[in-house]
């Protein structure tokens, strides 16, 4: 049960996970009281501090509720998760709207990162990240994408799958995210972008970056996603819920 020393994963992420694992496999149930940070120190051999940074994430992340005088429950089993993205998908949003959508158009191709990706990946310029280009929309475009990812996943032998669901994909290849970043902005967009989305007045376009890590806080993709602000709604939704 203890940590490995060897790995240079931090502790506290090392722990992180090895807890989330204990909620997600049904080990510990909703509403049951977790061991003291006492009791998981001496468990995984690391100092209470550490154990506290790992639960801090989880209380974060809605696994995981601290009760004062009590102890810490697990506050939801979050088993679904493995299922999941936590982020809807383009296809998912345009049903909420009403409107069918589909690829019109798809590139994938295999690349060098080159110096503006190898610094947002943190790995090297001459690393090969995998590029998926899509633009997509109804019988007009309405967004172009440009997605970047580690190529830890099996390129499809059907390439129409990634125009369909990419997150649907990467999850029969067992790669899923745990922590999204997303920043939104209106842009005046370039001419070459405008023609994509056949925007051919001063109608900004929406600008979204992602970027989506995994359990590890690794970064596995990054994406610049462009809307026809004409066409497309941004929605989100944020719950309360009361402690």
């Not at 990467?170 to 970043?181: A, S």
């Amino acid at each position: 049960m203890a940590v490995d020393k060897t790995n240079n994963t931090p502790f506290y992420l090392q722990v992180r996970n090895k807890l989330r694992k204990n909620i997600e496999t049904g080990v510990w149930k909703e509403g049951e009281l977790i061991p003291s940070e006492k009791e998981l120190s001496k468990a995984y051999g690391v100092s209470r501090v550490t154990i506290r940074n790992a639960i801090s994430q989880l209380v974060q992340q809605q696994y995981l509720v601290r009760r004062a005088g009590f102890g810490t429950i697990v506050y939801q089993n979050k088993s679904s998760l493995l299922n999941f993205t936590l982020v809807r998908s383009f296809s998912n949003e345009m049903k909420e709207m009403g409107l069918p959508c589909k690829t019109l158009e798809m590139e994938f191709n295999l690349i060098p990162a080159g110096n503006k990706l190898a610094s947002i990946f943190n790995i090297k310029p001459d690393d090969n990240l995998f590029n998926l280009k899509r633009i997509r929309g109804t019988q007009v475009p309405i967004l172009f994408s440009d997605t970047y990812l580690l190529p830890i996943m099996k390129k499809p032998e059907n390439l129409s799958v990634l125009g369909e669901s990419l997150y649907r994909y990467l999850g029969t290849q067992k790669i899923y995210f745990t922590h999204f970043e997303e920043y939104v902005s209106a842009v005046s967009g370039t001419k070459d972008m405008k023609n994509l989305l056949k925007v051919y007045d001063d109608t900004p376009l929406l600008k979204r970056v992602r970027y989506a890590y995994d359990g590890q806080e690794k970064l596995i993709e990054y994406t610049e996603t462009f809307y026809n602000s004409a066409l497309y709604e941004y929605r989100t939704e944020i719950i309360y819920r009361k402690q």
